[in-house]
C-alpha cells in the first residue's frame, strides 16, 4: 500500500515531533479497506497515544492529520 502524508500532517509530525516511520509502520501493520479511518496507538517514546486519521483510496493511505491524543496518558 503506497502511504500519502498531507503538508497539514507533515507539519503536526514536526511540531509535535513524531517521526515518520512511525506512522508509516503503524499504518503498514493496519489492516485498513478503503474509507476514513482513525487510529489510536500507544506508542513507545511517546507520553500520550497517538491519534492518525488517514483516508484509503484503492491502494492508496493519505494521513489527513496526526497529533498525541492527550485526553488520556498511556498506561
Known amino acids: ?13 514536526k511540531l ?4 515518520e ?3 508509516r509502520r503503524i499504518l503498514s501493520n493496519a489492516n485498513l479497506q478503503d474509507g ?3 487510529i489510536v496507538r500507544a506508542v513507545a517514546g511517546l507520553n500520550y497515544p ?3 486519521i488517514s483516508v ?7 494521513v489527513i492529520t496526526t497529533y ?8
Not at 500500500?1 to 509530525?13: F, G, P, V
Not at 509535535?16 to 517521526?19: C, E, R
Not at 498525541?68 to 498506561?75: A, D, I, N, Q, Y
Request: charge should be positive.
Open 16 to 19: 509535535y515531533a513524531i517521526p
Open 56 to 62: 484509503v483510496k484503492k491502494d492508496t493511505a493519505t
Open 36 to 38: 476514513e479511518h482513525e
Open 1 to 13: 500500500m503506497k502511504i500519502e502524508i498531507s503538508r497539514h500532517a507533515r507539519r503536526r509530525m
Open 50 to 52: 497517538l491519534k492518525i
Open 68 to 75: 498525541p491524543l492527550k485526553k488520556r496518558r498511556k498506561k
Open 21 to 23: 516511520s512511525m506512522i
